[in-house]
């Protein structure tokens, strides 16, 4: 079958850093996404990881662990904007297969 | 540059009635087209996605179908609508090969 596994929810301060894991067991794999969605909105793109190793993008970066069925999204600096959802997803097959989302809240 | 648009943005509609969705994409041709419902404290449920002009595979059995009569139009219908059909329903399109997924704005559907 097909599982994602992410935390539900998160909690940080601003300035900090917060690391959101997410792992995975999917009948194929062609490359893991993280989304990044705001309440009420549409998710947008993030990072996407094929290789194992670590993507940097600004003030958040990815990892990929494809034998441990293991990915974690970074966030550096952390911002009251950074407050959303999470959104980790599989590439298998034709389309994405999505976690349930980490709702990361941000206080000051 | 390439945009997606849906509509309406929010709708309410009564128990047993029917449900007409759009979605259009601007600027490509030829795109992957998908339809996600996300309910309330749930994660992104695919529900339909389209490769070409009338090819519709479906990924959860409902009450709910899909149509795409034109290269960048995709319609979620439904005949009948139930209460558990409340939610928020995206659509998004790739390119044939490329796995990113980009999304509309959503409409927001709640059933009375």
């Known amino acids: 079958g097909q599982n994602i596994d992410q935390p539900t929810e998160m909690t940080a301060t601003e300035g900090a850093i917060v690391q959101i894991n997410c792992t995975y067991q999917?009948?194929?794999?062609?490359?893991l996404f993280w989304y990044q969605q705001h309440a009420g909105e549409a998710p947008t793109f993030l990072s996407y990881?094929?290789?194992?190793g670590l993507e940097e993008k600004g003030r958040f970066s990815s990892f990929l662990s494809r034998s441990k069925g293991y990915s974690y999204l970074l966030l550096k600096e952390l911002q009251m904007k950074d407050s959303a959802s999470y959104l980790c997803?599989?590439?298998?097959?034709?389309?994405?297969?999505f976690g349930k989302g980490t709702t990361l809240s941000v206080s000051s | 540059s390439q945009t997606i648009h849906q509509w309406p943005a929010t709708l309410v509609q009564p128990v047993g009635s029917p449900l007409s969705l759009e979605c259009t994409v601007e600027?490509?041709?030829?795109?992957?087209l998908y339809w996600y419902r996300q309910a309330a404290g749930r994660g992104l449920q695919l529900l339909f996605y389209?490769?070409?002009?009338?090819?519709i595979s479906s990924e959860v059995p409902q009450n709910l179908s899909a149509s795409r009569p034109q290269d960048r139009q995709f319609i979620l219908s439904s005949k009948k609508l139930l209460l558990s059909d409340s939610g928020f329903y995206l659509c998004?399109?790739?390119?044939?090969?490329?796995?990113?997924?980009?999304f509309g704005p959503g409409t927001r559907l709640t059933v009375t």
């Open positions: 997803a599989v590439a298998a097959g034709t389309a994405l297969i």
């Open positions: 999917t009948s194929g794999f062609n490359g």
């Open positions: 998004a399109w790739n390119r044939d090969g490329v796995y990113e997924q980009y």
């Open positions: 600027g490509t041709s030829n795109p992957n």
């Open positions: 990881n094929v290789l194992d």
């Open positions: 389209s490769v070409g002009i009338g090819q």
